[in-house]
């Protein structure tokens, strides 16, 4: 007990230092390849590659992905915003040996605003990274970047809990708030693999 007090005594000036840190955690279950997702206040159904999502900033979401050839994959979207816009998305992503790079584009009809994003990440192991940098391509600017690490522990075959941890960076590089969570994937039969 006393070498614990001490240790936490030692601590005491590293709270000069504390970082903000948020917490988002979010749950899926999923069953002969469908699924729902509860991810803080948003919500997603999909099946067989379609999806519907709602959330504080989506009305309605629709999305459609697909596997196309080899690791590729694609996708569209559709989002009905909070704020009355229309925003159509095209994605793709391919992924080969545990290595994966996605690129997004996005238009919102209503303010003619271009923005796209670009990430890679790794999956080895149980253990995943990914740098996500965000761009506005009608102002032709770098918005800035998400670094995210995680570890995904598969207690049973349909049972997997992945502790995860996300830090965003503006465009000056400037750390923004630290954010931690627990994803917690429950499976009945097949499902699809993310």
Do not use: C, Q
């Not at 694609?74 to 095209?90: A, M």
């Not at 009809?109 to 790794?122: C, E, K, L, S, W």
């Not at 965000?134 to 992945?162: M, N, P, Q």
């Amino acid at each position: 007990m006393k070498k614990f007090l001490m240790t936490l005594l030692l601590m005491i000036p590293m709270s000069t230092y504390a970082l903000s840190v948020g917490v988002e955690n979010d749950v899926t279950i999923g069953s002969n390849g469908s699924f729902v997702t509860v991810d803080g206040n948003a919500v997603t159904v999909g099946t067989g590659g379609i999806s519907f999502s709602n959330s504080d900033t989506v009305r309605i979401g629709v999305d459609f992905d697909t596997s196309l050839i080899g690791g590729l994959s694609g996708g569209v979207s559709y989002d009905y915003t909070t704020g009355n816009d229309h925003v159509l998305g095209v994605g793709t992503s391919i992924e080969y040996w545990g290595a994966n790079l996605d690129t997004t584009f996005a238009w919102n009809i209503n303010d003619t605003d271009f923005d796209a994003t670009v990430g890679t990440g790794y999956n080895l192991f149980g253990l995943d990274g990914s740098v996500t940098s965000k761009w506005d391509i009608d102002d032709f600017s770098y918005e800035g970047l998400d670094v995210a690490a995680g570890y995904t522990w598969a207690v049973t075959d349909s049972f997997s809990v992945r502790p995860n941890v996300t830090l965003p960076l503006d465009s000056g590089f400037s750390r923004g708030d630290l954010s931690a969570g627990v994803s917690i994937n429950l499976s009945f039969g097949s499902t699809p693999s993310e």
